[in-house]
């Protein structure tokens, strides 16, 4: 029975459902008042980067976040990185074809220490952005993979101005932002195909 089995999933083919959100993606260094300067990264699905329109006004959005560990610039000592989410709203202002700044309010919710740090922020971007609505397919020997796009791409850069309801001092975070549209598709794989 075992070997009949492990010949049908060899000579067989997989097929593997695919899709993920529209997700923003950020990196940037975070400046504090009190510490040293630290990694930050965020990743997360938006609103906005769902819509093929050109002329949103409002983004919502929530995901992860993740600040890399560093030192207390009065004590000179250790301070852990964090993890934790984020949920944030943003007024978009367009300005010309395919560029838009936002501003809006967040709050981040880090995991340290086996505490919960909430940080209150102000968020000011700035976008190039494109709609996107397009699939395709792409093949070699051993995969198939079939698939669409549906929503916005861009890159940006933004500025933070957070504070943390628990702890002293002001941090300001300033980095890129990459947006990336929706995606649903299958992929057909065959087992042990070299």
Not at 29 to 48: E, L, P
Not at 106 to 124: E, I, M, S
């Amino acid at each position: 029975m075992f070997a009949r089995l492990l010949l049908v999933t060899l000579t067989s083919g997989c097929l593997i459902p695919l899709a993920s959100p529209s997700a923003r993606i950020e990196g940037g260094m975070a400046m504090s008042t009190h510490q040293s300067a630290r990694g930050t990264i965020r990743a997360g699905a938006h609103v906005v980067g769902n819509r093929t329109a050109s002329d949103a006004t409002w983004d919502l959005g929530a995901g992860y976040v993740g600040v890399a560990p560093g030192t207390d610039d009065v004590d000179h000592m250790p301070v852990a990185g964090s993890n934790g989410g984020y949920l944030e709203g943003s007024y978009l202002r367009r300005v010309g074809t395919g560029a838009r700044f936002g501003i809006g309010p967040g709050v981040q919710l880090n995991l340290r220490d086996h505490a919960v740090l909430p940080v209150g922020y102000l968020r000011a971007s700035f976008e190039l952005f494109t709609p996107v609505s397009a699939s395709g397919t792409e093949s070699d020997t051993c995969t198939t993979v079939t698939g669409t796009w549906h929503g916005q791409a861009g890159i940006g850069t933004y500025v933070d101005v957070q504070r943390p309801f628990a702890e002293r001092g002001v941090t300001v975070v300033a980095g890129l932002t990459l947006r990336l549209p929706a995606f649903a598709g299958v992929a057909l794989v065959i087992p042990g195909c070299k």
